[in-house]
């Protein structure tokens, strides 16, 4: 069984950074792809980072490359997102997701975490 819970979003102005956690709290951690995806007022869930179980393959939304980075710590069943030169557009709820694959799409995710508020100002 996998139970995510995400913690670390919050207010913050653009340029600034933060990081996101996803701490699960089951015992198969290691046999799912972990990923990010984020879903702003009015708009469809996207996908925005994945990285396999061994931390080896990782993928990332074009609008985040260069500033995101997906990481996990299979000891400490907890998977991150650091996120850099926020902006505004970045605002969403963030969600923590499990999957067999890092080519998970929304419809393919086996467990979501419960989201978490990144609101970025200009």
């Known amino acids: 069984q996998v139970q995510l819970v995400e913690s670390g979003g919050g207010l913050v102005q653009a340029g600034g950074s933060l990081r996101l956690s996803c701490a699960n709290s089951g015992r198969t951690f290691t046999t799912y792809a972990m990923g990010w995806f984020r879903q702003a007022p009015g708009k469809e869930r996207e996908k925005v980072a994945a990285?396999?179980?061994?931390?080896?393959?990782?993928y990332y939304a074009d609008s985040v490359k260069g500033r995101f980075t997906i990481s996990r710590d299979n000891a400490k069943n907890t998977v991150y997102l650091q996120m850099n030169n926020l902006k505004p557009e970045d605002t969403a709820v963030y969600y923590c997701?499990?999957?067999?694959?890092?080519?998970?799409?929304?419809?393919?995710?086996?467990?979501w975490g419960q989201g978490t508020q990144v609101t970025v100002s200009s």
């Open positions: 990285i396999s179980w061994s931390g080896g393959s990782t």
């Open positions: 997701a499990a999957s067999p694959r890092t080519t998970m799409i929304r419809t393919t995710v086996n467990y």
